[in-house]
């Protein structure tokens, strides 16, 4: 089924950030003018890719450095997201690394055509996907790490080197920034139906061709985010991924 484009999705619309904003203030969560952010924030997003995608979709070319602005807003984003801006290039390398491997293995085994029309929207996926999970490692770790400076502390005391030191605070959180994905792999086509499998069935697709796509997307998801969380991490050890008040505080 697809949603119409009339007033009944400006009323729709409406509503669920009427519901949102609400659910926000009875609950204390302070969150009511982010979600009214984000949601005039989507609709005029779309509205421009709307006008552009069409003409992108046409060109390898284009398509291609519309994949690189994607991950250039991830980037962004997730950097502003963690607390740790100026790390922007860190963040990039880590989510360059995740990504990279996991789209070259998806085209060069011609799992998917390599043209305009596959690498907008796989990429765009794996890359959403990717600054998820790097900007919840990033916001689980920075925060212990400065919830727990004695035990930090304590551990260099004991003659721990910066990098181990880190691990006794921060290590065992990792793992989590993988959950969501680990966790929609699981249930996928017994809790949700995600976006690829659907696309393909509107786009005329096999139920089987929109299953293959579904799996590479969600395997591809947990490729790309095992490796951009595990090296964010290592940076984050190192003292190369680091917001601006944990470097000054001599974390590393």
């Known amino acids: ?62 398509s291609l450095l519309f994949t690189l602005v994607m991950f250039a807003v991830a980037v962004a984003t997730t950097s502003r997201r963690i607390g740790a801006p100026r790390a922007w290039p860190w963040a990039a390398a880590a989510m360059a690394c995740g ?19 596959a690498l907008v929207p796989f990429a765009g996926i794996v890359i959403g996907g990717t600054m998820n999970a790097h900007s919840l490692a990033g916001r689980r770790v920075f925060a212990a790490l400065r919830d727990q400076h004695p035990s930090y502390e304590a551990a ?27 966790d929609q792999t699981r249930t996928v086509g017994l809790v949700t139906l995600p976006g690829a499998f659907v696309g393909v069935l509107l786009g005329g697709g096999t139920p089987l061709q929109a299953g293959a796509a579904q799996v590479l997307v969600l395997v591809g998801l947990l490729a790309a985010q095992t490796v951009t969380v595990g ?7 190192r003292g190369h991924l680091l917001p601006a008040d944990l470097r000054a505080s001599r974390w590393t």
């Open 1 to 62: 089924m697809v949603a119409t484009s009339g007033p009944a999705v400006l009323v729709a619309l409406v509503a669920l950030v009427a519901v949102a904003v609400l659910a926000s203030t009875l609950g204390r969560l302070r969150t009511g003018r982010d979600v009214v952010t984000a949601a005039a924030r989507a609709v005029v997003q779309l509205a421009v890719v709307s006008l552009v995608i069409a003409f992108v979709l046409r060109s390898l070319a284009w």
């Open 99 to 117: 990504l990279v491997p996991t789209l070259t293995i998806i085209f060069a085994t011609r799992a998917v055509p390599f043209d305009g029309p």
């Open 156 to 182: 260099l005391a004991l003659g721990l080197v910066p990098d181990d030191a880190v691990d006794v605070v921060a290590q065992h959180l990792v793992p989590e920034a993988l959950v969501p994905g680990l």
């Open 231 to 237: 090296l964010a991490y290592e940076l984050v050890r």
